[in-house]
């Protein structure tokens, strides 16, 4: 079965460095997405990527956070200046056909990001 | 978004069959009823959605009744293995709504041998 994969699985990073994140979606799906998820918290939506660009963003998603599509596979999210709150577990998804809420989002197994 | 209540926690046994209710009383006509399970430290994985009366496949049962305002995500026998975090979402089809999932706590299944 297809899946979605993430590197790295760990990254340890000092505060204030920037820090690239990289997924690759399933290879039809056209519609991409990145939560987070902080160590003992819920899942929560960071941005929605359609068609080369940002089709929705939350609260959290700010300015240090940017979001591209390289190539035609790679999907990254970039942290321009970490901080210590930036540190958890980020998933990549993917869907397909529509990008709706009721098409099955399939999730990566995610990047641990530790800020020190 | 439909607001939906579940469980924080539940324990179960090897082989019982585990239901797990959620409650959406402020359902849409357009909301969909979805499960995702998560692992700890993987990303969550669909399980199942309905609409309406029944769905079953080869993971669990979906069962919503004609009020649509709770639905109960049955598991068959659970094993050590279904020991996870359960999450139920009220999820708006059609056009013009954005593929975003916002995840409660969800309920936290813990299967003991």
């Known amino acids: 079965e297809p899946e979605v994969t993430q590197t790295p699985s760990h990254q340890v990073t000092q505060m204030g460095q920037e820090v690239i994140l990289r997924c690759v979606p399933i290879s039809n799906h056209l519609y991409f997405y990145w939560y987070r998820q902080i160590l003992g918290q819920k899942v929560e939506f960071l941005v929605s990527f359609y068609n080369n660009e940002i089709s929705e963003k939350s609260e959290i998603f700010d300015d240090q956070f940017s979001v591209e599509r390289p190539d035609g596979s790679n999907f990254t999210l970039k942290i321009r200046s970490t901080k210590l709150e930036d540190s958890a577990m980020y998933f990549c998804a993917s869907n397909y056909p529509s990008g709706t809420p009721t098409d099955t989002q399939y999730f990566g197994p995610g990047t641990r990001l530790t800020v020190l | ?113």
């Open chain 2, 1 to 113: 978004l439909a607001k939906t209540t579940q469980p924080i926690s539940m324990d179960s046994y090897e082989g019982q069959e585990v239901n797990i209710t959620c409650s959406h009383n402020n359902i849409a006509t357009n909301d969909y009823i979805t499960w995702y399970q998560q692992f700890p430290s993987q990303g969550p994985r669909f399980i199942i959605q309905g609409y309406k009366t029944k769905v079953t496949n080869e993971v669990a049962s979906l069962f919503i009744p004609a009020d649509r305002k709770s639905s109960t995500l049955s598991l068959p026998r659970v094993s050590l293995s279904d020991t996870a975090v359960y999450y139920c979402l009220a999820l708006t089809g059609g056009s013009g709504n954005t593929g975003k999932l916002i995840f409660g706590q969800g309920t936290t299944l813990q299967v003991k041998p």
